[in-house]
């Protein structure tokens, strides 16, 4: 048996709106400062482009950020609750092994039944790959609007000593409102992975490979047993990694829809480091006026980060009505992907 789907080829995915949240709580350069005399902070805070993050509660999760999202978003754009019929969290640091945080988020927001709701498990290139998923949903009128949640407190699971991820990281989190819609705004997307680098950035415990067990923890005091459930970074691999794979995918991307640098009027790039950031813009000769660098006050908030400064630039007129952008993500897998769209609203 053979089963056809049909595809409205004149169906696209309409980005109607963005909202996000932050948590209060401000962890200065300063601060780490006070904690860590030994740590620079001032070179540190030159390559990082961060001065201070917003990090999490000890009583606050992702779910908590999400939900503060996505109420701002039904205030600034009434009525949109009840017509909701997809609900997508990216998100890897979930309240619970299971169920996934898009059903406690659904019963937190009172959303209908009638709801397709699933987590994906993405980092920094989740907003592009969430994207991609939804546009599917959106294309086929599997849904018609989509909220597209990203959230995470990394904060949570780095160990406070290590100077490589606590300088850089913080908690946050956005949401997307997508509708499906008769313009044409997709232009083409790519998506890649290398699982074979995956320890470049991972957890080591936590999952069913390796269970943290309370009494094991208890019996051993080392500190690399209790840092197996912290984040495990290598810098330098990550940053080459993504200096070899980013900008030829980007440049593809580009060749293969007769484009441009120059017909691209905003890149929005996942907000990892000035370092890796000032590296791509120079790899790929975007001019200054065209490259978007907003991580200073919140530092790197992993899948939120390019929703949240694409807002940012909506909010400043920075980002207007026709134009065509790039967004490319990058991180944990290691996995990247790019989206080339009309932004229309």
């Known amino acids: 048996m053979v089963i056809f789907l049909q595809f409205n080829s004149w169906i696209d995915m309409l980005i109607k709106a963005i909202e996000y949240w932050l948590p209060e709580k401000i962890v200065t350069n300063n601060d780490l400062k006070f904690e860590h005399p030994d740590w620079d902070m001032n070179s540190i805070g030159k390559k990082t482009g961060v001065s201070e993050r917003r990090i999490a509660s000890l009583n606050e999760t992702a779910l908590d950020i999400a939900e503060k999202a996505c109420r701002n978003l039904f205030e600034n754009t009434p009525g949109t609750q009840e017509k909701i019929d997809g609900l997508i969290f990216c998100t890897q640091s979930p309240d619970f092994i299971m169920p996934s945080n898009a059903f406690l988020l659904q019963q937190r927001l009172g959303l209908s039944q009638n709801l397709a709701a699933f987590d994906i498990n993405l980092a920094c290139s989740g907003f592009v790959y969430g994207l991609a998923i939804a546009n599917g949903f959106l294309k086929t009128k599997v849904c018609n609007n989509i909220l597209f949640v990203t959230a995470d407190t990394y904060s949570k699971f780095i160990d406070l000593d290590d100077r490589s991820t606590r300088v850089l990281f913080g908690d946050g989190g956005a949401v997307t409102l997508l509708e499906n819609s008769e313009q044409n705004t997709i232009i083409d997307i790519a998506l890649a992975s290398s699982g074979y680098e995956y320890k470049s950035f991972y957890i ?140 229309k609203t």
Do not use: Y
């Not at 943290?212 to 051993?220: G, L, R, V, Y």
């Not at 480091?273 to 790929?284: E, G, P």
């Not at 909010?315 to 009505?321: I, M, P, S, Y």
């Open 204 to 343: 080591p415990s936590g999952g069913c490979r390796t269970l943290i067990k309370d009494n094991q923890t208890k019996e051993s005091g080392s500190h690399d047993h209790k840092r197996s459930s912290k984040i495990h970074m290598n810098g330098f691999a990550v940053w080459k990694f993504i200096s070899q794979t980013v900008p030829k995918q980007i440049e593809d991307l580009l060749i293969k829809n007769k484009l441009t640098i120059s017909d691209i009027d905003l890149f929005f790039f996942h907000q990892a480091s000035k370092l890796t950031l000032d590296s791509l813009k120079k790899q790929l000769a975007i001019p200054d006026e065209k490259f978007v660098l907003d991580m200073e006050l919140t530092g790197n908030l992993v899948s939120s980060s390019i929703p949240i400064i694409i807002k940012k630039s909506l909010d400043k007129g920075v980002l207007k009505n026709g134009h065509t952008i790039l967004l490319s993500g990058f991180g944990v897998g290691l996995s990247w992907g790019t989206i080339l769209l009309k932004f």
